[in-house]
């Protein structure tokens, strides 16, 4: 990012009023295991000319992610639909808070046309929360998997959704749409839902994971945990537990980084081991697919994981098959 950007930029206070009033928490020194590299390849560049000239954002940008030199030299870019403005204060989040403007019409279709440039073969579209909306934004998510099927059909589609809280036959609205992959992200544990995610209910989470099987079935479904907040290993196995009464096929896990001195302060930093320790317990709890790593994220490596995803699917199958 050049120096004339930084400096037409809004600083944090101003993209963020609404975390001006909590105490500054120090950031901490990052362990050697989670060091990434600064974004500076020519295909990092080229992706973020592609995002400026269609007018999309990226959770990538907007969230702050640590792996943006990694997925963009690869033109992997996970899209942020519906505005950078988010209706929700969670305290780990990067996004701006505030009232959002009006949805652009014009949003899925440039989205469909920036896959095509990017040549994507699996894309993740993600949202701000829009409380302010009837629908919650369904409707949108629905038009923009719409287009991408209709524009790249050999492209697999993967979202990544708010809860829809009382927002009823949002869920039906966008499994109806077809997407591959609905991931709906959980985030942390049920008692640090007041302090972390004041805005949203993990049972409703839950809920809402658990109706998209009600609903199809076949639909992929994908969920994810941050360690690092206070939460205990006994309350993390309890998570996989409940995901698992959702019918969750897909679980990730990943290390909490604090973006500001704004933010919920981290914990503590889980070593490689411990995540490696409940990728086991995971995948012996039944999940198709686990990722779990410091650096994992949401669509961390999303195109392949979700080719291993099928795959697994097809390998639990076969033996019914064949009966």
């Not at 589609?157 to 992200?185: C, Q, S, W, Y």
């Not at 809920?207 to 609903?215: C, F, G, P």
């Not at 897909?250 to 930093?269: E, V």
Request: charged share 25%; net charge neutral; proline share 7%.
């Amino acid at each position: 990012m050049d120096g004339s950007h930084d400096k037409l930029s809004p600083s944090r206070a101003e993209r963020h009023p609404e975390k001006a009033h909590r105490p500054d928490n120090p950031i901490q020194r990052k362990p050697d295991w989670i060091r990434v590299r600064a974004p500076n390849s020519p295909e990092y560049a080229e992706t973020k000319r592609l995002m400026r000239q269609y007018g999309l954002s990226t959770v990538c940008e907007e969230a702050s992610c640590p792996n943006i030199g990694e997925c963009w030299k690869q033109k992997h870019a996970t899209f942020m639909i519906m505005g950078e403005v988010c209706t929700r204060a969670c305290a780990f989040c990067n996004v701006a808070t505030g009232k959002p403007g009006a949805l652009n019409p014009h949003e899925p279709d440039n989205i469909a046309e920036a896959v095509g440039k990017l040549g994507l073969g699996h894309v993740v579209v993600t949202s701000v929360d829009r409380d302010d909306l009837d629908d919650g934004g369904a409707g949108h998510f629905a038009k923009v998997i719409t287009a991408l099927h209709r524009s790249a059909p050999a492209t697999t589609v993967e979202i990544l959704t708010p809860d829809f809280m009382r927002k009823g036959g949002a869920i039906e609205t966008v499994v109806a749409a077809r997407p591959d992959v609905f991931n709906h992200n959980l985030e942390t544990v049920p008692r640090l839902y007041p302090a972390i995610r004041p805005g949203a209910r993990y049972f409703t989470s839950l809920r809402l994971l658990a109706r998209v099987k009600e609903i199809n079935a076949s639909m992929f479904t994908k969920s994810g945990l941050m360690v690092g907040l206070g939460e205990t290993r006994e309350e993390i196995l309890q998570v996989m537990d409940d995901l698992r009464a959702a019918e969750v096929d897909f679980l990730t896990i990943g290390q909490y980084l604090q973006p500001t001195p704004k933010h919920a302060p981290i914990d503590r930093f889980w070593t490689p081991a411990e995540f490696d320790e409940l990728a086991t317990l995971a995948r012996a709890k039944g999940f198709l697919m686990v990722s779990a790593s410091p650096l994992t994220r949401s669509s961390y490596h999303a195109g392949d994981d979700f080719a291993r995803l099928r795959a697994a699917r097809e390998a639990q199958l076969a033996p019914r098959a064949r009966a």
